[in-house]
Antibody
Framework: QVTLRESGPALVKPTQTLTLTCTFS??????????VNWIRQPPGKALEWLAL???????YYNTSLKTRLTISKDTSKNQVVLTVINMDPVDTATYHC??????????????WGKGTTVTVSS | DIQMTQSPSSLSASVGDRVTITCQAS??????LNWFQQIPGQAPKLLIY???DLEPGVPSRFSGSGSGTDFTFTITSLQPDDIATYYC?????????FGGGTRVQIK
């Protein structure tokens, strides 16, 4: 059974750096084709894809946010970390991680974590 | 980036009604489209992949169709458990993008 769980601070101040951890089980990021994404959802708004890291340590980012995002993995711990620099109140959202599988050159997203809510406020 | 336009943004229907949601991509994405269901407070759940394939364990009242730029998601007989927001998502190319969501309520 594939599960993912997000963890991190519930509250950060403007200009601070947010660090979120996704801890997963049921698959390995050392297996060819396996990937982990981060997606966020501001209150009452739609889902927004943020970043993806694959088994080969390739990293891809949201076009408009890429200067602020860094994704990394620790395969031995089954964890993926997302850092977001220079946090702003508009970054207040629930942050989800989700597994993706690369097949035929496409990244197919399937199982998600429940998410962790982050509020940006002074 | 590929833009996904989903409509309607919300709808209200009676139990047993047929519900249809549309999703349009800004460019050809072949059939690389997912449909997710998000119940408040829960993780999004994959219902349909490759535009029309039902994820194992998902009830057969859910279905999807389309290819290229125009896609449809249907619930053939709305049930109380289907109250949720539904999202389309393309995975033809990065960055992955989502539609704006359709909130489904019971009338």
């Amino acid at each position: 059974q594939v599960t993912l769980r997000e963890s991190g601070p519930a509250l950060v101040k403007p200009t601070q750096t947010l660090t979120l951890t996704c801890t997963f089980s049921g698959f390995s990021l050392s297996t060819s084709g396996m990937c982990v994404n981060w997606i966020r959802q501001p209150p009452g708004k739609a889902l927004e894809w943020l970043a993806l890291i694959d088994w080969d340590d390739n990293k891809y980012y949201n076009t408009s946010l890429k200067t602020r995002l860094t994704i990394s993995k620790d395969t031995s711990k089954n964890q993926v970390v997302l850092t977001v620099i220079n946090m702003d109140p508009v970054d207040t959202a629930t942050y989800h991680c989700a597994r993706a599988i690369r097949g035929q050159g496409k990244y197919y997203m399937d199982v998600w974590g429940k998410g962790t809510t982050v509020t940006v406020s002074s | 980036d590929i833009q996904m336009t989903q409509s309607p943004s919300s709808l209200s229907a009676s139990v047993g009604d047929r519900v249809t949601i549309t999703c349009q991509a800004s460019q050809d994405i072949s059939n690389y489209l997912n449909w997710f269901q998000q119940i408040p407070g829960q993780a999004p759940k994959l219902l349909i992949y490759d535009a029309s394939d039902l994820e194992p364990g998902v009830p057969s009242r859910f279905s999807g169709s389309g290819s290229g730029t125009d896609f449809t998601f249907t619930i053939t007989s709305l049930q109380p458990d289907d109250i949720a927001t539904y999202y389309c998502q393309q995975y033809d190319r990065l960055p992955l993008t989502f539609g704006g969501g359709t909130r489904v309520q019971i009338k």
